[in-house]
C-alpha cells in the first residue's frame, strides 16, 4: 500500500534552515507528481510546491519563493523540502502528498511534520 | 490567485442528517476541483476529484458535482464518523488553492 513518511521537522530559530524528507513506498515513485501542503497550528491547509516525477517541472507558493526549494531522489524514492530564512509565519505541521496520476490533487497523503520557528 | 469560498465555514447536524457544503471559485475552474476531510490531528483524507469522481475507498455517501466556479460536497446520511473539517481545493492553475474550511459538528 502507498505510503509517505514525512521527518526533518523540529523547533528552529527565525533565519534558520531546514531539511525535511519524505519517503515513499508502495508505488513507482518517478511516475508521480509529489507536493507539499503546510497547515499552521489552528488554520486551514496551504499549498507549498509541487515537483514533477522527473523533478523538470517545480512551482511553488509565492510565500515561499526564492527562499525553499524542492527536490526528489527518485532512486531512494524519497522527496525534499529545503527551507531558508524561515520565518514564524511558517510555523505548520508540512504534509507530504502523492498527486494523482491524471490531476494535480493529492490522493495520499502523509502524517505531517512540525515545523516551528521561534526564537 | 483564484480564491475558493467555502460555506457554511461550520455547521451542527445529527447522525443521519443530509449535508451539503459549497465552494466558490473566484473565476471558472472546469472540474478541476477536489474534497478533502480532515479530523483533528490528522492529516487529510482525499474524498472527491475531478468535481465528483469518488476516491477509491470513499463511502458513497460521500457525493460531489459542479462545474465552473459553483461546487458541493453532498453526504447523504451522516455518519459519526464523518464529523469533521472539509476543505474544497482547486488544481487548474497555480498557486493552487484551498477554502477556508467548513466544520462539522455533532448536533
Known amino acids: 500500500q502507498v505510503q509517505l513518511v514525512e521527518s526533518g521537522g523540529g523547533l528552529v530559530k527565525p533565519g534558520g534552515s531546514l531539511r525535511l524528507s519524505c519517503v515513499a513506498s508502495g508505488f513507482t515513485f518517478n511516475d508521480y507528481y509529489m507536493t507539499w501542503i503546510r497547515q499552521a497550528p489552528g488554520k486551514g491547509l496551504e499549498w507549498v510546491s509541487y515537483?514533477?516525477?522527473?523533478?523538470?517541472?517545480?512551482h511553488y507558493a509565492d510565500s515561499v519563493k526564492g527562499r525553499f526549494t524542492v527536490s526528489r531522489d527518485n532512486a531512494k524514492k524519497s522527496l525534499f523540502l529545503q527551507m531558508n530564512s524561515l520565518r514564524a509565519e511558517d510555523t505548520a505541521v508540512y504534509y507530504c502528498?502523492?498527486?494523482?496520476?491524471?490531476?494535480?490533487?493529492?490522493?495520499?497523503w502523509g502524517q505531517g511534520t512540525l515545523v516551528t520557528v521561534s526564537s | 490567485d483564484i480564491q475558493m469560498t467555502q460555506s457554511p465555514s461550520s455547521l451542527s447536524a445529527s447522525v443521519g442528517d443530509r449535508v451539503t457544503i459549497t465552494c466558490r471559485a473566484s473565476?471558472?475552474?472546469?472540474?478541476?476541483l477536489a474534497w478533502f476531510q480532515q479530523k483533528p490531528g490528522k492529516a487529510p483524507k482525499s474524498l472527491i476529484y475531478?468535481?465528483?469522481n469518488l476516491q477509491s475507498g470513499v463511502p458513497s455517501r460521500f457525493s460531489g458535482s459542479g462545474s465552473g466556479t459553483d461546487f458541493s460536497l453532498t453526504i447523504s446520511s451522516l455518519q459519526p464518523e464523518d464529523f469533521a473539517t472539509y476543505y474544497c481545493?482547486?488544481?487548474?492553475?497555480?498557486?493552487?488553492?484551498f477554502g477556508q474550511g467548513t466544520r462539522l459538528e455533532i448536533k
Open positions: 502528498a502523492r498527486d494523482r496520476l491524471t490531476a494535480s490533487t493529492p490522493d495520499h
Open positions: 475531478a468535481a465528483s
Open positions: 515537483i514533477s516525477g522527473s523533478g523538470s517541472n517545480i
Open positions: 473565476q471558472g475552474i472546469n472540474n478541476y
Open positions: 481545493q482547486q488544481y487548474s492553475a497555480t498557486p493552487i488553492t
